[in-house]
């Protein structure tokens, strides 16, 4: 695994959970449209209604969230670990802005008060390192 590779994962597993929080929603909004059968009358088939069907995707997926959630919170806790090992304190600041607080490299620029490129070419140290 590069640098790179390693730094990025937290924010691919981000893209992931987004993903899937969309998927939450979706099942949310189709489960306030299903309609509960309230005949009373007992089905003896053991085939689970669709309400049912969708709460058990909810409560599932929900779970998973949260253990997603938790896999990046420790990931990037070891990210941060690993940048501030980083010697030089611009290269630490680059690489924070990038990969701690997902900051575009227009907006690490701004805040950093760089050129993007001299952004990229601090990154580029910084990967090497």
Do not use: F
């Amino acid at each position: 695994m590069t640098a790179r590779q390693y730094l990025s994962r937290a924010y691919n597993l981000r893209r992931h959970i987004a993903a899937k929080e969309l998927h939450l929603a979706e099942l949310r909004t189709q489960a306030e449209h299903i309609t509960a059968d309230l005949t009373g009358m007992p089905k003896g088939s053991g085939a689970s209604s669709p309400v049912e069907h969708v709460a058990v995707q909810i409560a599932d997926l929900s779970w998973e969230l949260e253990q997603d959630w938790l896999d990046v919170l420790a990931y990037q806790e070891e990210i941060r670990r690993t940048i501030e090992l980083v010697e030089d304190p611009v290269v630490a600041q680059v690489l924070s802005a990038r990969y701690i607080s997902y900051l575009t490299w227009r907006k690490v620029a701004e805040t950093l008060h760089y050129s993007e490129r001299a952004v990229y070419k601090i990154h580029r140290k910084g990967l090497r390192i």
